[in-house]
């Protein structure tokens, strides 16, 4: 450490011992030191006083010149130390303290927050300090203020796991500087508002309407449609053109509706199933469907929707979703990954309980899985159909799984629709600016039971009598919006609802109607090209290749650059495959298999391939990838076979099964005109998949 990195708030009690340490004896601290202290005792010999150098300020990050001329003493140096401590108690414990619960239950806390478990006093609050924290003085109380507000409101941050110095930074700027709080524009909460309105009228309809029906409503979480539209609004202007959205049946209707601009009309004829002839060999419950959209954002940017459908598998989807928005970047030449974004959604108890989260999370930066980052939403009802968090997992929060990525984790409060918006803000720059996943985990609740037709109380009668007796999340947002520092009208609020009202009335009786149905806006889908049916209705495809160019492609599949060393062993297998080429050995499994994938690649079809040890093969028989015994560099040979060839992607995978499969399923989905292989290493490792 230099003296110029030293002289921060964390160090100033090791640069005031080593000061210390000077003045008794001048050669018991390095040279580099000594210059350092030498014009300090010159100047104040008897006093044990220096002025440091002006940190840079957190809260204002423009840096001030030197130390506003004040000296400062042992107990100045005393003071500051303490209250640095806090501070980074609070960038790393805040959210132990943060109101992230809408039903206000106690949590433990920490007394790590409370200044006194730091030697501050109620009589230091009034006193100024100098510290990292600010490039002026500020009141010690002013600064644990600031730090509280950030830290311990209705957002809770864990951010100091993050293994990147300059995100790390850039999160602690942000927050600091804005004390963690977004200032919105009147038109920016219209939108919310309308948004919570479209969430919380659609769900009251289907329910009156559809009484008893199952719709696995939103209620109690409705800040997600503001949140979703959020980031869709964001995620355009920041260069996105396509968003796929992976999540389970909970609020599902409600973001076709709301999000995804499926006209209700639909879902109420799926409620009625007076139109199940045009379902014919789609048959699902309503709550798994998915659906393709064009999407315009308040600022004219279109951008391409679509919600995948949906197993009954808890977060299977989410590989698949990945996967299909890996493929959309690969077709379209997007390989900074800068235009294609997956959101997946997440019930807290499936986050943490299913091990596939984990096998998707960790493919996550991997050469062969990266996209660019998802965004994460856990939709956080505190509760697992009737199971809570302390039967649901070992861990205090449900997110805590995903600090195997070092990337931020957002805990917000979702009846709290403007704090909703600041941490979307956030996780949606971060993962602009660093091409990683981010995390917001919602915390709301579940009005009804896991279904319409469950009752909840038998099991959690405290908290359903809490919620029984509790505003909705629009009501308390209204209460906010109309107060005189805000000043928007009740009367807009209710011509919002009523024309909201209005609209799914008429969509109630147009899918009453035996009428035909809106014909959708036309969203490009790669299979459009391909003709399915029984087979006689099929074009046949030619698919023979003459013997000579079979030859001649089983020899460059075994050639490589001279300088390029390869283990005498594998010389040996590829001078085999060129007996076979000369007809002078028979063909055998892996030649087959390399020059399957050869007269694909140079008809212009892409290959990918991927699953344990599959560059070279688990059992030693594929070699699709060599490596030099003498730097370990790689060479394909499939990558070098004509000019104008297709790619050749070959992955090894990580130890698991269930995501890659989903990952290369979904792959498949958005590229048919590539080969997607995955490969199980054995037989048996597909029974887990």
Known sequence: ???????????????????????????????????????????????????????????????????????????????????????????????????????????????ELDPATHGLSEADMSKPCYSELVGTKMAVGQVIRRMRNTYCRYIGVEYLHVDDVEARDWLQQRMESTENRRVLSRHERLRILTKLIEAETFEQFVRRKYLGAKSFSLEGGESLIPLLDLAIEQAANQGIREVVIGMAHRGRLSVLSNICHKPPREIFREFDDSHSDRLWGRGDV???????????????????????????????????????????????????????????????????????????????????????????????????????????????????????????????????????????????????????????DMYCYRRHGHNEGDEPSFTQPKMYDAIRNRATVVQSYVEHLVAPEVGIGQDEVEQITQDRLDFLEEEFAAAREDAPEPEPEPVSWPWDQYQGGKDKDCPRAETKVPAERLSELLVKSTEFPEDFKILKKLERILEQRREMAAGERPLDWAAGEILAYATLLTEGAPVRISGQDCGRGTFSHRHAVLHDV??????????????DQATFEVYDSPLTEQAVLGFEYGYSLDRPQSLTIWEAQFGDFANGA
Not at 294 to 315: Q, Y
Not at 630 to 643: F, I, K, M, S, V
């Open 1 to 111: 450490m230099t003296p110029a990195e030293a002289f921060g708030g964390q160090n100033l009690a090791f640069v005031e011992d080593l000061y210390y340490r000077f003045l008794e004896d001048p050669s018991s601290v390095d040279p580099e030191w000594r210059e350092v202290f030498e014009p300090m005792r010159r100047e104040a010999p008897a006093a044990r006083r220096f002025d440091p150098p002006a940190p840079r300020s957190i809260f204002d990050p423009a840096p001030t010149s030197g130390g506003n001329g004040a000296a400062l003493d042992h107990a100045d140096l005393q003071l500051q130390d303490r209250i640095d401590r806090l501070a980074n108690r609070f960038r790393g414990r805040g959210h132990m303290a943060a109101r992230l619960d809408p039903l206000d239950r106690p949590r433990p806390g920490t007394t």
């Open 286 to 440: 309503k709550y798994h469907m998915g659906y393709r959209s064009k999407h315009v954002t308040s600022t004219g940017k279109p951008i391409d929707l679509r919600l995948a459908f949906n197993p009954s598998h808890l977060e299977f989807v989410s590989p698949v979703v990945v996967g299909r928005c890996r493929a959309r970047q690969d077709r379209s030449g997007d390989h900074d990954r800068r235009h294609v974004m997956p959101i997946l959604l997440h019930g807290d108890s499936a986050f943490a309980g299913q091990g596939v989260t984990q096998e998707t999370l960790n493919m996550s930066e991997l050469p062969g899985y990266e996209v660019g980052g998802s965004l994460h939403v856990i939709v956080n009802n505190q509760i697992g159909f009737t199971t809570p968090p302390e039967s649901a997992r070992s861990c205090q929060y449900a997110t805590d799984v995903a600090y195997l990525l070092k990337v931020p984790i957002f805990h917000v409060n979702g009846e709290h629709p403007e704090s909703v918006a600041q941490v979307v803000q956030l996780a949606m720059d971060f993962r602009d600016r660093f091409r990683r996943d981010v995390f917001i």
């Open 630 to 643: 003498t730097d370990e560099n790689e060479y394909r040979p499939l990558d070098h076979l004509a000019e």
